[in-house]
């Protein structure tokens, strides 16, 4: 696992990441579990750091893929 400095890092929820993503909570907490998407855990909760919901979300771009009519 690489180090990462979060001291100015913007955290985000479970749900503020979801909402971001228009996505299921539970979609979330399986990235982080499977080690897709980074986290920081808190107690029992989880936060993301917002420019690794960034990172993940250019990752998951598709290129070439139109669609005729």
Known sequence: MSEQNFSNAKFLTVAEVAQVMRV???????LVHS???????????????????EQYLKG??????????
Not at 24 to 30: A, N
Not at 39 to 44: I, Q, T
Not at 60 to 69: D, I, N, S, W
């Open 24 to 30: 299921s909570k539970m979609t979330v907490y399986r």
């Open 60 to 69: 998951a771009v598709v290129e070439g893929h139109t669609e005729t009519a």
């Open 35 to 53: 080690g897709e998407m980074p986290a920081v855990r808190f107690g029992r909760s989880y936060r993301v750091p917002e420019n690794a919901v």
